[in-house]
């Protein structure tokens, strides 16, 4: 059989255009980087909500469920969340842009939290929120139930001493299924939340917010062990002292300070179990 100068070139120039259309085929198909789709966003950020969740999750605050987000410094009515997930399994791949209603801005088919509407809610009422963190931490639902109010025992946890109200989702809901699923009910949680650092949830669980995703996530941490510690000292059968406001927030400014000992102890920790040390 011939095969003619003109029929080589016509197998080559299909060639090429073949692997033209099998590599863009295949970048389609491949899953975007966080960095490409929130260009805008310091990889900083996304690796301390990255961080965060892990620790967390490490912590024993969270397990399959809770979440962490972060105010969007590119648009600051939008807010950074992982895809639905597991807090331990959270990668930079997996923060999504969600805007000031909790909807997602590119959501690819990706599963998004059912409970966002917490973080859209609170960053629309306080501008000074930078960070959320909500959690199912065991040790604090007693306090969502009891009529024992939750109180700081010891300076970790001085940002209690300006309060931690209790918010029951059924005083204006009725029965639910005890979920954040509307922007409704995220407003009037954000509304009981008000200028707090903490709030509890009936039946549910809290939210910790901050300036910034170390600071809601220490406070999350320390809402815990306040908890657990203040359980015991009930259990002593004694008059607890608890701190006084002043004390509150004197130890709570120090706690700002020299946080960052803490929390890159924190975040070493969950890197050398990921083997990034």
Known sequence: MTVTVDAIEEVSMFSRVAMIVVSLLLLASAPLHAQDAISAVPRELLDDIVVGSRILADLGIVDGFGHVSARSPANPSHFLMSRSLAPALVTADDIMEFDENGEPVDARGRAIFLERFIHAEIYRARPDVMAVVHS??????????????????????????????VWDIAKEFGATDMLVRNNAIGQSLAQALGDKSIVLMRGHGDVAVGSAVKVAVFRAYYTDVDARLQTQALGLGSDITFLSAEEGVKADATNMIIMERVWNLWKLRVQTLLGKP
């Open 136 to 165: 199912h931490s065991p040790g604090v639902i007693p306090f969502t139930v009891s009529k024992t109010p939750l109180r700081p025992m010891f300076h970790n946890a001085a940002f209690i001493a300006a309060g931690a109200p």
